[in-house]
């Protein structure tokens, strides 16, 4: 598949990319097709642009995510051969963008596309044209943000800020020991907006004292410009594992005008970024590499090679979930704030079944969000199942909701199926054997990570055997448990 960027003109297509899909990233909204409120990053600290080399890096990201959510993986022709995508996973995405700093970029387009291949399980042929135009640094309102601008940016470090319970922990270990931080968030949703600034307000009353703002954006992906009208409907993909680099370029963007001593964090806990699938039918890209230390440290030699001197970390990396909320289970912006936090892969499933809850409680990231909860007892009265029992986790969720690939228990099912292999396990090094078939670690972080992932199985096992006693014991046979465990 051929995709062609506009960033502020629409320019003409090149010969070979005349068959090419198309977003525009236009001030003029009716034909723009890529959203963003990118500009609102400068100018809230009244700026009128950022360096051009920071610019270059939001386009890029904000096209490859565009590129990311709107090519489906399956049930649509490739427009180079005509064929149906051979697994119905890996993309062939050919993708021109227009920069300011061309040669740059020109550079380690090799690089960055063994990232982006790492990071979305896809082949990804990056070409880059010169550009002089700059993304809306024209004259703008400044009343507008009167109340919103950032004064003072005296900040040690940027920080992300997803609205999920992790990067909420992360923000008050930062703040816990005095540090002044930068957060950014990405508003997906307007109900993920308000959580963001609710959480944030808490927590910047319980810590008056100590230099920090919330700098939220905005990416909008719509259907491309220049498609088979007759398939315009298939034109969307939900396996966004894109999403982190276009969060990383808000971050390095801000860390470009605060300059950071810390540089960027984004805190996560090390089992979701191992990416050891489940089960074998989900080795595709629906397991992430969000946070994978492979990805963050090729990005980071990336940044090296392109000048830009922020450094990215997560001091999560080596720790279960349970180990992260556990240093905080004492903490009273914690226990006030963390039933408003947001784990859930699809935060409007309780609206679609006529509840409230955010956190649907059966899709994988939930359950690792109970499992952490569990390590320190807390109760949550926030998950779907308790408004409805139709969907706690218990064997008529599967046998209703069980298939495989589109079913609401899909998640539970494969999480099951790999606690019994855990369970059953009696090979000391399986999951080593599974880490380094999965690439990207040495050795010695072989080793962290092993242990990382079996405490972590620990934990989503003790969930789901306190589920099973509450719901269904019979759970526990799917674990190879049997029903008189505790």
């Known amino acids: 598949m051929k995709i062609w960027i506009n960033k502020t003109n629409i320019d003409e297509l090149n010969e070979d990319y005349h068959d090419a899909v198309i977003f525009n990233m236009l001030k003029d909204n009716p034909k723009s097709n890529l959203k963003t409120n990118f500009e609102d990053i400068w100018r809230r600290f009244s700026l009128k642009s950022i360096d051009s080399i920071y610019e270059d890096f939001l386009i890029i990201a904000s096209s490859i995510f ?17 064929r ?21 970029w020109l ?83 307007n109900q993920l907006k308000n959580r963001m600034k609710e959480i944030y307000e808490k ?32 034109y969307t993909e939900d396996t966004s594992r894109s999403r982190s680099l ?80 556990k240093e905080f289970q004492k903490n009273s912006t914690f226990i006030e704030c963390v039933d408003k936090t947001i784990s859930c892969s699809h935060p409007t499933q309780g609206r679609m079944v006529g509840v409230t809850p955010i956190n649907c409680g059966y899709c994988f990231p939930c359950m690792i969000r109970r499992a952490s909860l569990n390590v320190i007892g807390y109760e949550e009265q926030t998950y779907i199942d308790d408004f409805d029992e139709e969907y706690k986790l218990d064997i008529k969720l599967i046998k209703k909701y069980g298939n495989p690939y589109t079913g609401r228990a899909k998640d539970l099912n494969a999480l099951l199926a790999a606690l019994h292999k855990y369970v059953k396990n009696d090979d000391p090094n399986f999951y080593k054997k599974q880490l380094i078939k999965m690439g990207g670690l040495s050795f010695d972080e072989i080793e962290i990570f092993n ?36």
């Open 66 to 82: 565009a590129v990311d959510r709107r090519i489906p993986r399956s049930n649509i022709q490739d427009m180079d051969d005509h």
């Open 246 to 325: 276009l969060f990383i370029s808000v971050a390095v963007a801000v860390a470009s005008i605060v300059n950071p001593e810390e540089g960027i964090y984004i805190p996560e806990n090390g089992f979701i970024g191992l990416n050891i699938p489940l089960t074998p039918s989900r080795m595709g890209s629906c397991s992430t590499r969000t946070t994978h230390v492979h990805f963050l440290k090729k990005l980071n030699e990336l940044f090296e090679e392109i000048d830009i001197p922020y450094k990215i970390s997560n001091f999560y990396a080596y720790k279960t979930k349970g180990q992260i909320v």
């Open 451 to 486: 242990d990382i992932y079996i405490k972590s199985m620990e934990e989503l096992k003790n969930m789901i055997i306190k589920q099973a006693n509450r719901n269904d014991k019979s759970l526990l046979e799917y674990i190879g448990m049997s029903e008189d465990s505790e």
């Open 107 to 189: 550079t380690v387009s090799s690089k960055l596309e063994k990232v982006l291949n790492f990071l979305s399980g896809d082949l990804w042929k990056l070409n880059f044209r010169k550009t002089t135009n700059r993304y809306r640094n024209d004259e703008y309102r400044k009343n507008k943000y009167v109340k919103k601008g950032i004064i003072n940016n005296d900040f040690d470090c940027v920080s992300l800020f997803s609205g999920g319970l992790d990067s909420f922990c992360g923000a008050l270990h930062l703040l816990e020991q005095g540090k002044k931080v930068c957060f950014v968030g990405c508003m997906e949703y």
């Open 84 to 104: 149906e995508m051979k697994d119905n996973w890996t993309r062939t995405l050919k993708v021109n963008i227009p920069v300011l700093e061309v040669d740059k």
């Open 203 to 234: 927590i910047d009353r319980d810590y008056p004292n100590i230099n920090k703002d919330l700098i939220i954006f905005s990416t909008k992906p719509g259907i491309p410009k220049n498609i088979n009208e007759d398939i315009r409907s298939k």
